[in-house]
């Protein structure tokens, strides 16, 4: 099936102002089900990608699905994903000529939806999926911007304020690249959906809301004298 073309990717994934900030929805990419809950826009897709760093790999490895949670970084209409070289999916991406066929998803749960019916139970989530061909990213300076992009997107800030990969760990640490051109965000929001039959019931409905917190940094046990927790850390 060809690919439908991105709106805007451009050869080192950034975004080209004269394109439309929009994904092509695309023959994988538009739900069969609650169609109207799916959008292309980027700042929909990049703004849920941005909210997390953990995304779900799937790929097919010896005939059989296989689903992996990993880290990922965005730069640009990419999304960059690392891992040690002796990692089978990124040995993959790069022993294939035309790369690793792969689906990632990004999920953020944002409520438990509790409907009076067990059958109208749900959950309020923005998640993104991306169908595309991961590649093994080989220009040194594309893999340390990548990398650097995977430690920021954890922890905004951190990568400058961190020792750089040497050159060691930089051989140690392969880096694969999916272009954002077959995109979906999905984005489910408000209450119940009750049948009018079932409004009287004598069961609590409403939302349970779900936000993600961070605790107080714990500092390392070794940690040398007079340093202090950076300022970035306040703002997690
Ligand atoms: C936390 C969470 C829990 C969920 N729980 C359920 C559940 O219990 N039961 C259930 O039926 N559904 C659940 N969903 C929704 C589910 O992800 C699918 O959207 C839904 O099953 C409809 O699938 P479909 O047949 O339309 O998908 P398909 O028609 O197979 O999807 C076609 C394409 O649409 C896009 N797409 C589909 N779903 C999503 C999505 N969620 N985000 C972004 N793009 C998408 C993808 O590009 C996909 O390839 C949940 C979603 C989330 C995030």
């Known amino acids: 099936m060809p690919e439908p073309a991105s709106a805007t990717t451009t050869e080192a994934g950034a975004e080209s102002p004269e394109s439309p900030a929009t994904y092509a929805p695309g023959e994988r990419t538009v739900p069969t089900r609650s169609a109207n809950r799916a959008a292309y826009d980027h700042d ?77 139970h749900s959950i309020n989530y923005r998640s993104v999926v991306v169908h595309g061909t991961a590649h093994q990213v080989t220009d040194p ?3 340390t911007a990548a990398l650097d992009a995977l430690v920021d997107h954890v922890v905004p800030g951190r990568a400058a304020d961190s020792r750089p990969g040497n050159t060691k760990e930089l051989a140690a640490t392969a880096v694969i690249r999916l272009d954002l051109t077959e995109v979906s965000a999905k984005i489910r929001t408000g209450g119940p959906n009750d049948d009018p039959e079932d409004l009287s019931l004598p069961h609590w409905s409403g ?26 850390l306040q703002n997690l």
């Open 44 to 120: 929909t897709v990049h703004s849920i990608l941005d909210a997390g760093y953990v995304c779900h790999l799937g790929f097919v490895r010896d005939g059989a699905p296989v689903v992996l949670p990993t880290l990922y970084g965005r730069v640009g209409n990419r999304l960059y994903l690392h891992g040690s070289t002796g990692s089978r999916p990124l040995r993959m991406a790069g022993e294939k000529d035309p790369g690793l066929a792969v689906c990632v998803t990004v999920t953020h749960v944002d409520g438990l939806v509790l409907a009076r019916s067990a059958f109208h």
């Open 141 to 143: 300076e594309e893999k």
């Open 207 to 232: 939302v349970v809301p779900v936000t993600p917190t961070y605790g107080a940094p714990i500092p390392s046990d070794d940690l040398a004298p007079g340093i202090a927790a950076p300022a970035y």
